[in-house]
């Protein structure tokens, strides 16, 4: 499985873009991107996925260089509402392993 | 939609003792996971149920088992509670294919006393 590296934390402001990069240096040809957003004691919640270069959705993007070795998670405009623990994760839902989750990097949006 | 569902919400027990805990996917998603957070932790694989077969086992004792219903509902058990096992349970649904999305349910609060 692809090991992932992330920041622990993050400070930001309401209103500002935040980035949250993760590195996946092992990522295997058929690997997928996802990230999951968590608030205390919630379940995970899908944000975005990506396969390579650019996606985009209502709440978020994804960068993916064409090395796939890193990727970007980027929230345009974040409000008090964003602050949660953003959790990348690289492989196969469907794998025999499961998804392997991180520490993930904890977001704080002040204001 | 609903999404996944599980129950109970909260939930203790003392050690020894045994606990089932419930879940059900997304309509028409047919695979279900379970995971194990502790506080400060991320979600820990247990199991993968698809088609009512099991298509994965992470990590855990033998003291943790699963199943899956031909409605695609799914129970986790956990056996001789163990303080440790105080955690957030969580179930997560998937249809199978490439890039597989699995979808969270709120999980179950359980507390070994």
């Known amino acids: 499985l692809a090991k992932t590296t992330q920041p622990i934390s993050m400070d930001s402001y309401e209103g500002q873009e935040v980035n949250i990069t993760c590195s996946h240096n092992n990522i295997a040809t058929n690997d997928y991107i996802t990230w999951y957003q968590q608030f205390p004691s919630q379940g995970p919640r899908f944000i975005i996925q990506g396969y390579k270069t650019k996606v985009t959705n209502e709440v978020a993007s994804l960068f993916i260089p064409a090395d796939r070795k890193s990727s970007t998670l980027s929230l345009p405009r974040v409000s008090l509402s964003d602050t949660a623990v953003y959790y990348c994760l690289v492989g196969d839902a469907g794998g025999a392993d499961g998804l392997t989750f991180g520490k993930g990097t904890h977001l704080i949006i002040q204001p | 939609d609903a999404g996944v569902t599980q129950s109970p919400t909260h939930l203790i027990k003392t050690r020894g003792q045994h606990v089932t805990l419930r879940c059900s996917p997304i309509?028409?998603?047919?695979?279900v996971s379970w995971y194990q957070q502790v506080l400060g932790q991320g979600p820990q694989f247990i199991f993968q149920y698809y088609e009512k077969e099991e298509r994965g086992r992470g990590n855990f004792p033998d003291r943790f088992s699963a199943r899956q219903f031909p409605n695609y509902s799914s129970e986790l058990n956990v056996n001789a509670l163990l303080l440790g096992d105080s955690a957030l349970y969580l179930c997560?649904?998937?249809?199978?294919?490439?890039?597989?999305?699995?979808?969270f349910g709120p999980g179950t609060r359980l507390l070994v006393l």
């Open positions: 309509s028409g998603h047919k695979s």
């Open positions: 997560a649904s998937s249809l199978p294919g490439a890039g597989e999305t699995q979808y």
